[in-house]
């Protein structure tokens, strides 16, 4: 992945994590990719990964992040261990595609989320419907799912996140330059918690 973040993913992230403010959450933070994104504008940071070997890598970058406070914590966002409306914002990049129980995920980061609060999200997603792409996608999720930790290619996120009752503000819809064909369609914006 080393060359699509830095085609497109690196930029894309510092541009999204602008808007990170307050008390904020990280839903499969991974292994800190958009640890150096955040501003000081965070004064707290709650960064949770399920998978306990990058939650270790995690931990190792934390000392990078500009936030005023930051914590590592396991979990996954289909059950967050975390107060209702207690955060200003939850970041998501790169994740709704994997998270076993979708629509219960989002219910989890809007309970979690104040009213008002600020949903961000970058995600690869479905091609258009009745696209050669979207093809493509549906015939080759069910082994992509397997081989690659339940990440789907043909979720269609932004409808979910709408479903889910967030409001979105905006929107980017752009090709994920030098990824693989399938994987290249993404979205990536804020959602209001309505
Ligand atoms: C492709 S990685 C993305 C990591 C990071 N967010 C990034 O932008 O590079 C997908 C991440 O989602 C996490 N993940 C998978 N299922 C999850 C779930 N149900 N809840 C929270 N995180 C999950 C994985 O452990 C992994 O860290």
Not at 18 to 39: D, K, P, Q, W
Not at 58 to 71: G, I, P, Y
Not at 153 to 159: D, G, S
Request: hydrophobic content about 40%.
């Amino acid at each position: 992945m080393a060359n699509v973040e830095d085609a497109c993913l690196r930029e894309w992230r510092m541009d999204l994590l602008e808007n990170a403010a307050g008390r904020v959450l990280e839903i499969g933070a991974g292994t800190g990719a958009n640890i150096e994104c955040y501003t000081p504008a965070v004064s707290e940071l709650v960064l949770t990964e399920p998978d306990v070997h990058m939650r270790g890598r995690l931990r190792k970058k934390v000392s990078r992040c500009k936030a005023e406070k930051t914590m590592v914590t396991e979990g996954s966002v289909e059950l967050i261990n975390q107060d209702d409306a207690s955060f200003d914002c939850v970041v998501g990049t790169l994740v709704l595609c994997s998270v076993r129980d979708l629509e219960g995920g989002l219910k989890e980061i809007k309970r979690v989320l104040k009213p008002g609060g600020r949903l961000l999200f970058m995600e690869h997603v479905a091609a258009p419907r009745g696209s050669r792409r979207r093809r493509w996608q549906n015939w080759i999720n069910p082994v992509w799912r397997r081989v690659n930790s339940n990440c789907h290619l043909n979720r269609e996120t932004e409808q979910a996140v709408v479903a889910a009752g967030f409001s979105i503000h905006w929107v980017r819809r752009e090709s994920m330059r030098k990824a693989m064909p399938i994987v290249r369609p993404t979205i990536r914006g804020i959602a209001h918690n309505v």
